[in-house]
């Protein structure tokens, strides 16, 4: 697919179709084919499998799989994957973010529908807070990925010379480079100071020691919920004994 791709974009010039226009169209069709396969797939499979589930005969046909449960973490790969679509989408299709957040309200409903009808609890706990450090764990290191083929599309592949706001550069960040070149000299001094050495190196340190900060805040609440947690531990262990001293002494007394 990768090499069509690169074919396709090589021989833009004899084709009348932007090859940014081939990948906005290439991510509506993922984001479509996606949206039906994960509502469809939903609804047929935990259906059927709850309506065998309430049968009277179940326990006869009950190699073909009892009530659905709700699992957190496959939900969460599908809704990382769309997100991930949206994002190396936008910059080719503007209208991407917008049918991707509505795609992405009627999944919530949907699975939402098919949770309270069709589904059991899970039979593993996911705790709230665990769970949304994975999740936007996951959406970062995933922002990263999709920044990769974006960055590289903007700043090496030439835009087409059909159309698009770009045609007749080197690159889409040429655009850029113009834009800055003619903006007034304060403007251009105060870019380039930003860029600048002096401001990009104390910025990552600064992240760095914050990063670092924040670190070993977590690792001090760590520290003390387990302070917290032995100290409980030990004040139940002292009632129980306590407890039990209190039940020897009236067994002592009423005998």
Known sequence: ASDELYSFVESDRNCKLCWET???????????????????????NQSLRNGISRLKCSRKISFLGSKAEFVVSKNVINLVYTQ??????????????????FQLLLVYYAKRGSLVLNCRPPSRTYL??????????????????????????????????????????DS??????NEINNAPNWLRVILHYIGSAAVV???IVFLCLLT?????????????????????????????????????????VFP
Do not use: H
């Open 201 to 203: 190196v104390p910025l």
């Open 84 to 101: 991930a679509l949206i994002w190396i989408g936008a910059f080719f299709g503007p209208l991407i973010p917008l049918v991707g957040s």
């Open 22 to 44: 081939y990948i906005g169209q290439e991510v509506y069709r993922l984001l479509l084919i996606d949206f039906f396969f994960d509502v469809i797939s939903t609804w047929l």
């Open 212 to 252: 670092f900060y924040y670190s070993s805040k977590s690792r001090a609440y760590k520290a003390s919920i387990r302070t917290l947690e032995d100290q409980l531990q030990m004040k139940g262990e002292d009632i129980k004994k306590l407890y039990e001293a209190a039940n020897k002494q009236i067994l002592d």
């Open 172 to 177: 889409i960040y040429d655009a850029v480079r």
């Open 128 to 169: 709230a807070s665990r769970t949304s450090i994975f999740f936007l764990l996951l959406l970062l290191i995933i922002l990263f990925v999709c920044l990769v083929p974006v960055g590289y599309a903007i700043v090496e592949i030439q835009p087409s010379a059909l159309c698009g706001p770009f045609r007749g550069l």
